[in-house]
């Protein structure tokens, strides 16, 4: 396949970026998205020009490093697929493809289509976790949890933090990551010690860092490459009401 | 001089980790304000060490390549964590998940550090159930168990196919709260370039800030290697793409001897290559072969669609050749059963280099739903990168580079043999032998982070608490920051043709045909030959763009080829020191004739761990003797 690449360049992050277009020929439907773009940097490489930069890592989808605003949406047109899963076979032969870092003011951008997500680090520490010090846990089996209390924890608990949906909030809320840490820990009976303090204290943070209000539009869940539900929202708003009522 | 000293505790096995404890020397709290340490890698073995240190009161500076600590590769671990918790009443128990991995290991581990890994096995379960990591459940409300490869008891605890990212957010959680608290500071998006050593003692590292590209020193009263394995020396490997070797060839070059270097793990079940521009191969989590069965045609080259092909015309071939372990044998087995029948022309695809992996008398025993709820986001995975849909059509799946089980060599307490430098989990060499069954590397690097090295990292601190905090200023630091700037220099003036990536992927292409699942004389001899070509190339023809000033990921990638080389070369030579087969290592002049691995105990039952002496000059080889007074040697079967 040929293809036209539209790609956001900005050389750090205090210069101003813009789009340029890259034409790319002999792309395999076989390649996965970031082999493509390993391709233009190996030509640009050798042609002498900067390598486009963009956040990479386990390449299997779990790691939660890629990220890339592909046509408009968050790790591409493919459901529940980051950019590192994505595949050349889903796009057409002469397409134009625009590529874009996220926008959004908490995560700013690095370089190109590299942006800085350590918000979502500065979250957890405010509370994302149980406090528990090494070696003071008892066994495993004397707190049965409920099957299906464990299995939403895992579904909460498979969030990749990667931030597609900050970036596909019209507001730039991260309701959802939040909401997906807190109400993990919150189907644990050790998790409910804590669970009126984390509440407040990660929502607090998340105003603090810039992420807007959540406003109910679930952009959030359509493009989150997990599958991450906004019921967690739901439970989360539950969480912090009654924190906040019993203060 | 025998540089060599394991430091092990006399006494029966099962008492010496406790007796060590109780022996080793403490630092008090105050004393442990003042302490340093630095801990590089967040993986489960970084994390969890950093957090349980910064609990104990120690200064930890915590470094990771990625833009946040949860993305370690840990976070890609499939299938599980063991334990000897003996949950289902199977006979499990601390003994018994010692000798699996003494023999699956292929007695090439040594038996004291083994035991304390099962020892502490326990513990990991009941730390992370605490942090709220959601292990699967039985009906009941209890933890579930599933079984692996190479053993005969269910002990196994698993969340879906990600177990994983589960421990290493519980390990980052714990990591969060501590650098909440303040006493663990993060240091994201750095690269160590190097060690530094003064009076013989690590003190500290050089590490480049990769968005501003500037050069950091960094003190500390102690180092801690958190840095995972080095099997991106094939290019193509289950790692992520950025995993690297470097750290471990700077401290090897620092002094730290490197331990068994060529036993390699290669996983039997990873999606094969499916075009040229691969970067990596998936794998197919070794779960799946509890369910999955593993086939190709008894005919040779047959074209027909697996579904065409009847059952009397499969070679289940590990059911065949193992009929006690069948589908469940080791993983080195089974990768080199399917090279065996590829070889000899069975592989299926259009390459004919992969086998069938097939579960459909699993879904027409248990029902699809039940499939599904095991290992569903695996057969997503695999159906959103291979095209098919495994529900419907076998897997195809091929062996890949996955885990090293060498590493730097490390003592009884974790230290390898530059005074106060530790590695811990992939990056050292103890627990897993000349192979590692499935579900232990889990345990193994959040045994060492949350239960081994928080203990026995005190007994050398205790001796430095007089040590002021290591300045930054001392002539150590200046010449391994020059040393560091300079080798960036070098690089960049090169200024040839061919990207660092370029080079990498051939170095892999060689790695893999000389030194991959079978080696033999010639083979390495040649290896190492090709190896010093492309090095010699690479030095005059790499090409790097921008400035070193700046976010620069040709640079990193460039330092990262540049340290694989001396390890790929490492490995070959150490693999031509090997004549016999042992576990993941096959020398293929040494094979029973069924075509099994043969062991010399006689000759080879030691670990080979090699010193540098400079770029001019061979390797040299200490060996530690290892012996076996708790369990009898003998051959591994899995007949």
Known sequence: ?247 | MNKLNSKIPDGPLAEKWSKHKASIKLVNPANKKRLEIIVVGTGLAGASAAASLGELGYNVKVFCYQDTPRRAHSVAAQGGINAAKNYKNDGDSVYRLFYDMIKGGDYRAREANVYRAAEVSNNIIDQYTAQGVPFAREYGGLLDNRSFGGVQVSRTFYAKGQTGQQCLLGSYSALSRQINKGTCTMYSRRDLLDIVVVDGKARGIIARNLITGEIERHGAHAVVLATGGYGTIYYMSTLAVNSNASAAWKAHKKGALFANPSFIQIHPTCIPVLNDYQSKLTLMSESLRNDGRIWVPKEKGDKRLPNDIPEEERDYYLERRYPAFGNLVPRDVASRAAKERCDAGYGVGDTGLSVYLDFKDAIKKQGKEAIEAKYGNLFEMYEKIAGTNPYERPMRIYPAGHYTMGGLWVDYNLMTTVPGLYAIGEANFSDHGANRLGASSLMQTAGDGYFVIPYTIGDYLADEIRTPKISTDLPEFEASEKEVLSQIDKLMAINGTQPAKSFHKRLGKIMWDHAGMARNEEGLKEGIKLINELEKEFWTDLKITGTKDELNQEIEKAGRVADFFGIAKLICQDALNRKESCGAHFREESQTEGGEAKRDDENYSYVAAWEYIDENTAQKLHKEELTFDFVEVKVRSYK
């Not at chain 1, 036209?4 to 996965?32: C, H």
């Not at chain 1, 919150?186 to 209000?213: S, Y």
């Open chain 1, 1 to 247: 396949m040929n293809i036209t690449l539209k790609i956001w360049r900005q050389k750090n992050a205090k210069a101003k970026g813009q789009f340029v277009e890259y034409p790319l020929s002999d792309v395999s439907p076989e390649m996965s998205f970031l082999e493509m773009l390993d391709a233009l940097n190996n030509k640009l490489v050798k042609e002498g020009t900067d390598p486009v930069a963009f956040d990479n890592d386990c390449r299997e989808g779990i790691c939660g490093m890629c990220s890339l605003y592909i046509n408009g949406r968050a790790h591409g047109q493919e459901t529940r697929t980051t950019t590192c899963e994505l595949h050349m076979r889903v796009f057409k032969d002469g397409e134009t493809i625009s590529i874009e870092p996220w926008r959004s003011k908490a995560f700013p951008v690095v370089k190109d289509l590299i942006v800085d997500r350590n918000a979502f680090d500065k979250i957890i520490q405010a509370g994302g976790f149980i406090s528990v010090n090494t070696g003071s846990a008892s066994d495993s089996n004397s707190i049965p949890v409920s099957k299906a209390k464990a299995d939403d924890a895992f579904d909460s608990a498979s969030c990749i933090g990667c931030g597609a949906c900050v970036a596909t909030c019209k507001n730039s809320s991260a309701m959802l990551f939040v909401s997906a840490k807190v109400s993990q820990l919150a189907n644990f009976p050790q998790g409910q010690v804590e669970a009126a303090k984390r509440a407040k204290n990660m929502v607090a943070k998340m105003d603090e860092l810039g992420f807007g209000n959540c406003t109910n539009t679930g952009a959030c869940e359509v493009e989150c490459p997990k599958g991450i539900s906004i019921k967690n929202i739901a439970k989360l708003n539950r969480e912090y009401l009654s924190a906040k009522l019993s203060d």
